[in-house]
């Protein structure tokens, strides 16, 4: 059975980080997306989810200078997990999306 590890996220940039890595340029940024549901009482629940984004320059990607706060995005890529211990002593773990392809979508604003 062939294994599958793939992730579609659209949502509005928050944070952006670009920098310089070995010559090659790569964008970490947080990603926002929202679901609505109904909750207990009828009312209308707005919930968001923030996804820690990075992508590596080359095929796929745009220019990075594009990728700014609040930017609609569509990104498609692979879930990675990591864990460590911070400094508290506690052990986590992190979730972290590696884009294969990042559109920035026009805004409808």
Do not use: C
């Amino acid at each position: 059975m062939e294994q599958l590890n793939r992730i579609e996220l659209r949502g509005n940039v928050g944070n952006v980080r670009i920098s310089d890595v070995g010559g090659n340029r790569v964008a970490r940024f947080s990603l926002a997306t929202n679901f609505m549901y109904r909750g207990k009482d009828n009312e209308a629940v707005l919930e968001t989810t923030w996804h820690n984004v990075t992508a590596w320059s080359g095929k796929g990607m745009p220019d990075f200078s594009s990728i700014v706060k609040g930017a609609p995005v569509y990104v498609t890529g692979r879930l990675r997990t990591s864990r460590f211990t911070g400094n508290d002593g506690i052990e986590r773990t992190a979730y972290e999306v590696i884009a294969s392809k990042v559109d920035v979508l026009e805004n409808h604003a």
